[in-house]
Protein backbone atom coordinates (compact mmCIF):
# COMPACT_ATOMS: atom_id res chain seq x y z
CA UNK A 1 0.00 0.00 0.00
CA UNK A 2 1.50 3.29 -0.93
CA UNK A 3 1.90 6.15 1.73
CA UNK A 4 -0.69 8.94 1.38
CA UNK A 5 1.06 12.15 2.45
CA UNK A 6 -0.74 14.32 5.32
CA UNK A 7 -3.12 17.24 4.18
CA UNK A 8 -0.11 19.34 5.69
CA UNK A 9 3.14 17.64 3.86
CA UNK A 10 1.24 17.93 0.66
CA UNK A 11 0.73 21.32 0.87
CA UNK A 12 4.17 21.56 1.72
CA UNK A 13 5.31 19.87 -1.27
CA UNK A 14 2.94 21.85 -3.45
CA UNK A 15 4.18 25.00 -2.02
CA UNK A 16 7.92 23.88 -2.39
CA UNK A 17 7.28 22.62 -6.47
CA UNK A 18 5.75 26.32 -6.67
CA UNK A 19 8.78 28.07 -5.20
CA UNK A 20 11.00 26.41 -7.31
CA UNK A 21 9.06 26.87 -10.41
CA UNK A 22 9.06 30.69 -9.23
CA UNK A 23 12.61 30.94 -8.56
CA UNK A 24 13.93 31.97 -12.02
CA UNK A 25 15.59 35.07 -11.96
CA UNK A 26 17.59 36.57 -14.60
CA UNK A 27 19.97 39.38 -14.44
CA UNK A 28 19.89 41.93 -17.43
CA UNK A 29 23.54 43.71 -17.59
CA UNK A 30 23.08 46.27 -19.66
CA UNK A 31 24.10 50.43 -20.55
CA UNK A 32 23.06 53.34 -19.19
CA UNK A 33 20.45 54.48 -21.45
CA UNK A 34 18.27 51.83 -21.95
CA UNK A 35 16.86 51.74 -18.57
CA UNK A 36 13.09 52.97 -19.96
CA UNK A 37 12.88 50.52 -22.13
CA UNK A 38 13.89 47.61 -20.08
CA UNK A 39 11.06 49.55 -17.59
CA UNK A 40 8.56 48.29 -20.22
CA UNK A 41 9.91 45.57 -21.87
CA UNK A 42 10.35 43.22 -19.03
CA UNK A 43 6.66 43.33 -17.63
CA UNK A 44 5.46 42.43 -21.30
CA UNK A 45 7.98 39.67 -21.82
CA UNK A 46 6.75 38.55 -17.72
CA UNK A 47 3.03 38.69 -18.87
CA UNK A 48 3.75 37.01 -22.07
CA UNK A 49 6.23 34.27 -20.62
CA UNK A 50 3.32 33.65 -17.72
CA UNK A 51 0.20 32.96 -20.59
CA UNK A 52 3.05 30.86 -22.78
CA UNK A 53 4.52 28.45 -20.11
CA UNK A 54 2.30 29.04 -17.01
CA UNK A 55 6.13 30.19 -15.38
CA UNK A 56 6.37 33.17 -13.88
CA UNK A 57 10.66 34.89 -13.92
CA UNK A 58 11.78 37.65 -12.15
CA UNK A 59 14.11 40.02 -13.67
CA UNK A 60 16.86 41.94 -12.83
CA UNK A 61 18.77 44.93 -13.88
CA UNK A 62 22.01 46.29 -13.63
CA UNK A 63 22.41 49.56 -15.81
CA UNK A 64 26.32 51.82 -16.06
CA UNK A 65 28.71 52.37 -18.70
CA UNK A 66 28.79 49.53 -21.32
CA UNK A 67 32.29 48.82 -21.00
CA UNK A 68 32.32 48.96 -17.33
CA UNK A 69 29.24 46.54 -17.87
CA UNK A 70 31.34 44.23 -19.36
CA UNK A 71 33.95 44.82 -17.42
CA UNK A 72 32.16 43.32 -14.27
CA UNK A 73 30.67 40.35 -15.80
CA UNK A 74 33.44 39.26 -17.04
CA UNK A 75 34.88 39.79 -13.21
CA UNK A 76 32.46 37.54 -12.10
CA UNK A 77 29.11 39.42 -12.48
CA UNK A 78 26.28 36.60 -13.03
CA UNK A 79 24.78 38.14 -15.89
CA UNK A 80 22.25 35.72 -17.77
CA UNK A 81 21.74 38.00 -20.81
CA UNK A 82 24.20 41.20 -21.40
CA UNK A 83 22.96 43.71 -23.72
CA UNK A 84 24.87 46.16 -24.81
CA UNK A 85 25.41 49.34 -27.49
CA UNK A 86 28.14 47.97 -29.37
CA UNK A 87 29.53 44.70 -30.60
CA UNK A 88 33.35 45.42 -28.67
CA UNK A 89 31.57 44.77 -25.57
CA UNK A 90 30.15 41.69 -25.56
CA UNK A 91 33.57 40.32 -27.97
CA UNK A 92 35.36 40.99 -24.37
CA UNK A 93 33.02 38.01 -22.88
CA UNK A 94 34.28 36.33 -25.32
CA UNK A 95 38.07 37.04 -25.43
CA UNK A 96 38.10 37.12 -21.63
CA UNK A 97 37.07 33.57 -20.01
CA UNK A 98 35.39 32.28 -22.79
CA UNK A 99 31.93 33.58 -21.03
CA UNK A 100 30.46 33.65 -24.80
CA UNK A 101 31.42 31.91 -27.81
CA UNK A 102 33.04 33.94 -30.45
CA UNK A 103 30.19 33.62 -33.10
CA UNK A 104 27.45 34.58 -30.35
CA UNK A 105 26.46 37.08 -33.10
CA UNK A 106 25.17 34.89 -35.44
CA UNK A 107 22.40 33.42 -32.99
CA UNK A 108 20.27 35.59 -33.25
CA UNK A 109 18.59 37.79 -36.87
CA UNK A 110 20.38 40.94 -37.74
CA UNK A 111 23.53 40.17 -36.01
CA UNK A 112 21.68 39.83 -32.54
CA UNK A 113 21.11 43.56 -32.65
CA UNK A 114 16.96 43.83 -32.36
CA UNK A 115 17.29 47.59 -33.16
CA UNK A 116 19.10 50.46 -34.07
CA UNK A 117 19.34 54.18 -32.95
CA UNK A 118 21.16 57.30 -34.58
CA UNK A 119 23.37 59.90 -32.65
CA UNK A 120 21.78 63.01 -32.10
CA UNK A 121 22.89 66.29 -30.68
CA UNK A 122 20.63 67.80 -27.40
CA UNK A 123 20.94 71.85 -27.30
CA UNK A 124 19.68 74.61 -25.29
CA UNK A 125 16.03 75.45 -26.14
CA UNK A 126 16.62 77.91 -29.25
CA UNK A 127 19.78 76.41 -29.91
CA UNK A 128 21.68 79.45 -28.94
CA UNK A 129 25.13 78.11 -30.25
CA UNK A 130 23.48 77.18 -33.87
CA UNK A 131 24.76 74.10 -33.64
CA UNK A 132 23.88 72.00 -36.78
CA UNK A 133 26.89 69.72 -37.74
CA UNK A 134 29.66 68.16 -36.62
CA UNK A 135 32.16 71.30 -37.83
CA UNK A 136 29.81 73.78 -35.34
CA UNK A 137 31.36 71.54 -32.21
CA UNK A 138 34.71 72.91 -32.98
CA UNK A 139 33.65 77.02 -32.46
CA UNK A 140 35.69 78.63 -29.54
CA UNK A 141 33.35 79.11 -27.62
CA UNK A 142 30.72 75.60 -27.51
CA UNK A 143 31.73 73.16 -24.93
CA UNK A 144 30.33 69.64 -25.67
CA UNK A 145 29.37 66.73 -23.02
CA UNK A 146 30.52 63.35 -24.29
CA UNK A 147 31.08 60.18 -21.95
CA UNK A 148 34.29 58.40 -22.08
CA UNK A 149 34.93 56.57 -25.31
CA UNK A 150 37.14 54.18 -23.14
CA UNK A 151 34.25 53.21 -20.74
CA UNK A 152 31.23 54.19 -23.12
CA UNK A 153 29.64 52.62 -26.40
CA UNK A 154 28.17 56.10 -26.40
CA UNK A 155 31.07 57.72 -26.50
CA UNK A 156 32.60 55.42 -29.20
CA UNK A 157 30.05 56.25 -31.44
CA UNK A 158 30.05 59.25 -30.72
CA UNK A 159 33.77 59.32 -31.91
CA UNK A 160 33.34 56.80 -34.91
CA UNK A 161 30.43 59.22 -36.19
CA UNK A 162 32.98 62.51 -36.01
CA UNK A 163 35.72 60.32 -37.96
CA UNK A 164 33.41 59.03 -40.60
CA UNK A 165 31.83 62.66 -40.92
CA UNK A 166 35.36 63.90 -42.46
CA UNK A 167 35.63 60.34 -44.12
CA UNK A 168 32.22 60.91 -45.93
CA UNK A 169 33.14 64.85 -46.62
CA UNK A 170 35.95 63.90 -48.22
CA UNK A 171 39.10 63.70 -45.98
CA UNK A 172 41.78 61.25 -45.29
CA UNK A 173 42.78 59.70 -41.97
CA UNK A 174 44.76 62.37 -40.43
CA UNK A 175 42.07 64.97 -40.96
CA UNK A 176 39.68 62.90 -39.03
CA UNK A 177 42.43 62.21 -36.71
CA UNK A 178 43.00 65.91 -35.96
CA UNK A 179 39.22 66.62 -36.37
CA UNK A 180 38.00 64.12 -33.93
CA UNK A 181 41.15 65.38 -31.60
CA UNK A 182 39.93 68.92 -31.47
CA UNK A 183 36.66 67.96 -30.54
CA UNK A 184 37.49 65.88 -27.30
CA UNK A 185 39.51 69.34 -26.75
CA UNK A 186 35.91 71.26 -26.49
CA UNK A 187 34.78 68.18 -23.36
CA UNK A 188 35.18 69.90 -20.54
CA UNK A 189 34.39 66.10 -18.51
CA UNK A 190 34.11 62.76 -20.11
CA UNK A 191 31.67 60.87 -17.61
CA UNK A 192 31.89 57.06 -17.82
CA UNK A 193 28.64 57.03 -19.11
CA UNK A 194 25.47 57.75 -20.83
CA UNK A 195 23.64 58.11 -17.81
CA UNK A 196 26.22 60.39 -16.23
CA UNK A 197 26.51 62.96 -18.95
CA UNK A 198 22.94 63.80 -18.93
CA UNK A 199 22.96 64.43 -15.63
CA UNK A 200 26.31 67.02 -16.54
CA UNK A 201 24.44 68.36 -19.14
CA UNK A 202 20.91 68.38 -17.70
CA UNK A 203 21.25 68.64 -13.89
CA UNK A 204 24.43 70.44 -13.59
CA UNK A 205 23.91 72.75 -16.42
CA UNK A 206 27.73 72.17 -18.31
CA UNK A 207 28.20 72.47 -21.76
CA UNK A 208 26.19 73.59 -24.69
CA UNK A 209 25.92 70.10 -26.48
CA UNK A 210 25.23 66.57 -25.36
CA UNK A 211 26.30 63.96 -28.14
CA UNK A 212 23.68 61.03 -27.50
CA UNK A 213 21.41 58.42 -29.05
CA UNK A 214 18.36 59.93 -30.15
CA UNK A 215 16.53 57.37 -27.52
CA UNK A 216 17.73 59.09 -24.98
CA UNK A 217 16.51 62.76 -26.02
CA UNK A 218 13.00 61.36 -25.27
CA UNK A 219 14.38 59.42 -21.76
CA UNK A 220 15.34 63.62 -21.21
CA UNK A 221 12.33 65.06 -22.01
CA UNK A 222 10.34 62.55 -19.92
CA UNK A 223 12.30 63.05 -17.17
CA UNK A 224 12.76 66.82 -17.00
CA UNK A 225 10.58 68.01 -19.38
CA UNK A 226 10.19 69.14 -23.09
CA UNK A 227 10.97 72.77 -22.63
CA UNK A 228 15.06 73.12 -21.83
CA UNK A 229 15.90 71.34 -25.02
CA UNK A 230 16.30 71.11 -28.82
CA UNK A 231 16.82 67.87 -30.65
CA UNK A 232 19.33 68.28 -34.04
CA UNK A 233 19.81 65.18 -36.46
CA UNK A 234 23.66 66.08 -37.81
CA UNK A 235 23.74 65.20 -41.37
CA UNK A 236 26.12 61.93 -40.75
CA UNK A 237 26.25 59.25 -38.10
CA UNK A 238 27.25 55.88 -37.49
CA UNK A 239 24.33 53.45 -36.91
CA UNK A 240 24.26 52.15 -33.77
CA UNK A 241 23.54 48.67 -33.95
CA UNK A 242 22.84 47.59 -30.08
CA UNK A 243 23.65 43.78 -29.69
CA UNK A 244 22.44 41.09 -27.39
CA UNK A 245 23.34 37.70 -25.85
CA UNK A 246 23.10 35.72 -23.36
CA UNK A 247 26.36 34.63 -20.97
CA UNK A 248 26.80 31.11 -21.51
CA UNK A 249 28.63 30.06 -19.22
CA UNK A 250 26.44 31.62 -16.72
CA UNK A 251 22.73 30.49 -17.54
CA UNK A 252 24.73 27.01 -18.11
CA UNK A 253 25.62 26.74 -14.46
CA UNK A 254 22.20 27.98 -13.32
CA UNK A 255 19.78 26.38 -15.50
CA UNK A 256 18.44 29.58 -17.20
CA UNK A 257 19.07 29.30 -20.85
CA UNK A 258 15.31 28.36 -21.94
CA UNK A 259 14.22 31.20 -20.45
CA UNK A 260 16.70 33.97 -21.00
CA UNK A 261 17.10 33.14 -24.83
CA UNK A 262 13.12 33.12 -24.65
CA UNK A 263 13.93 36.83 -22.87
CA UNK A 264 15.72 38.03 -25.83
CA UNK A 265 14.30 36.23 -29.06
CA UNK A 266 11.04 38.22 -27.58
CA UNK A 267 13.14 41.24 -28.22
CA UNK A 268 12.56 40.23 -32.10
CA UNK A 269 8.42 40.17 -31.41
CA UNK A 270 5.58 42.65 -32.58
CA UNK A 271 5.47 43.61 -29.33
CA UNK A 272 8.87 43.59 -28.58
CA UNK A 273 9.65 45.86 -31.82
CA UNK A 274 6.53 48.19 -30.79
CA UNK A 275 7.89 49.03 -27.27
CA UNK A 276 11.81 49.56 -28.88
CA UNK A 277 9.89 52.55 -31.28
CA UNK A 278 7.98 53.87 -28.56
CA UNK A 279 11.26 54.27 -26.59
CA UNK A 280 12.70 56.29 -29.77
CA UNK A 281 14.50 52.79 -30.88
CA UNK A 282 14.15 51.99 -34.47
CA UNK A 283 12.65 48.91 -35.03
CA UNK A 284 13.82 45.95 -37.33
CA UNK A 285 10.28 45.32 -38.18
CA UNK A 286 9.90 47.51 -41.50
CA UNK A 287 6.72 47.61 -40.98
CA UNK A 288 6.26 48.70 -37.64
CA UNK A 289 9.25 51.09 -38.35
CA UNK A 290 7.02 52.20 -40.85
CA UNK A 291 4.36 53.00 -37.82
CA UNK A 292 6.45 55.46 -36.03
CA UNK A 293 7.95 57.02 -39.32
CA UNK A 294 7.33 60.43 -37.83
CA UNK A 295 9.36 60.26 -35.01
CA UNK A 296 12.78 58.91 -36.57
CA UNK A 297 13.64 61.35 -39.23
CA UNK A 298 15.89 59.92 -42.51
CA UNK A 299 19.54 59.87 -41.77
CA UNK A 300 22.31 59.34 -43.65
CA UNK A 301 23.80 56.74 -41.97
CA UNK A 302 27.01 54.79 -42.79
CA UNK A 303 28.02 51.54 -41.42
CA UNK A 304 30.81 51.16 -38.64
CA UNK A 305 32.21 47.49 -40.14
CA UNK A 306 32.41 48.82 -43.48
CA UNK A 307 33.87 51.65 -42.91
CA UNK A 308 36.31 51.01 -39.78
CA UNK A 309 36.77 47.13 -40.35
CA UNK A 310 35.27 44.33 -37.85
CA UNK A 311 34.65 45.49 -34.19
CA UNK A 312 38.04 43.71 -32.62
CA UNK A 313 40.37 45.94 -35.19
CA UNK A 314 38.16 48.90 -34.33
CA UNK A 315 38.60 48.44 -30.13
CA UNK A 316 42.57 47.57 -30.80
CA UNK A 317 43.20 50.50 -33.30
CA UNK A 318 41.29 53.38 -31.32
CA UNK A 319 40.15 52.00 -27.68
CA UNK A 320 42.90 49.63 -26.16
CA UNK A 321 45.60 51.29 -24.30
CA UNK A 322 47.56 53.60 -26.19
CA UNK A 323 45.48 53.41 -29.43
CA UNK A 324 44.14 56.25 -31.22
CA UNK A 325 41.81 57.53 -28.39
CA UNK A 326 44.75 57.88 -25.82
CA UNK A 327 46.90 59.58 -28.57
CA UNK A 328 44.46 62.34 -29.22
CA UNK A 329 42.98 63.12 -26.12
CA UNK A 330 44.68 64.99 -23.15
CA UNK A 331 42.73 65.02 -19.77
CA UNK A 332 42.02 68.94 -19.11
Do not use: C
Request: no cysteine.
Amino acid sequence: MKPILSASLFAAAMALASTTQAATTLLNVSYDVMRDFYKEYNPAFQKHWQETTGETVTLQMSHGGSSKQARAVIDGLPADVITMNMSTDINALADNGGLVPKDWASRLPNNSAPFTSATVFIVRKGNPKSLKDWPDLLKDDVQVVVPNPKTSGNGRYTYLSAWGYVLKNGGDEAKAKAFVGDLFKHAPVLDTGGRAATTTFIQNQIGDVLITFENEAEMIAREFGRGSFEVVYPSVSAEAEPPVSVVDKVVDKKGTRKTAEAYLNYLWSDEGQRIAANNYLRPRNEKILAEFADRFPKVDFFSIEKTFGDWHAIQKTHFDDGGLFDQLYTPQ
